[in-house]
């Protein structure tokens, strides 16, 4: 089992930055390709930006292009996705997930990939 927990998630105005924070605990963290998502109200969950397990290879959504950045400290057990230049439309409850298994090179945007999944942090973003 794989344990995540989101944090740093808010209320900001448009233009504004945050960072969220995903720790992870249980089997080794950093063996995990990772991945964030959202989800708005009425929604169906989102593929965000994914990085892989070695932190060599990243990926992101279009939406989110050159305004966020997907990292991880594996020392510490964390992923961190920084979000600048935030619209309204990036308002969303954010989730961190876990690949199902270690050491998967690759993983596609489908939720359905990833086998462990943190609570959610929401954020908002004001006009």
């Known amino acids: 089992q794989v344990q995540l927990v989101e944090s740093g998630g808010g209320s900001v105005q448009a233009g504004g930055s945050l960072r969220l924070s995903c720790t992870g605990s249980g089997r080794a963290f950093s063996s995990y390709t990772m991945g964030w998502f959202r989800q708005a109200p009425g929604k169906e969950r989102d593929f965000v930006s994914r990085?892989?397990?070695?932190?060599?290879?990243?990926s992101y959504a279009d939406s989110v292009k050159g305004r966020f950045t997907i990292s991880r400290d594996n020392a510490k057990d964390t992923m961190y996705l920084q979000m600048n230049s935030l619209k309204p439309e990036d308002t969303a409850v954010y989730y961190c997930?876990?690949?199902?298994?270690?050491?998967?090179?690759?993983?596609?945007?489908?939720?359905?990939?990833?086998?462990?999944w943190g609570q959610g942090t929401q954020v908002t973003v004001s006009s």
């Open positions: 997930a876990a690949g199902k298994r270690p050491y998967e090179y690759y993983l596609s945007s489908a939720p359905a990939e990833y086998g462990y």
């Open positions: 990085i892989r397990w070695d932190g060599l290879d990243t």
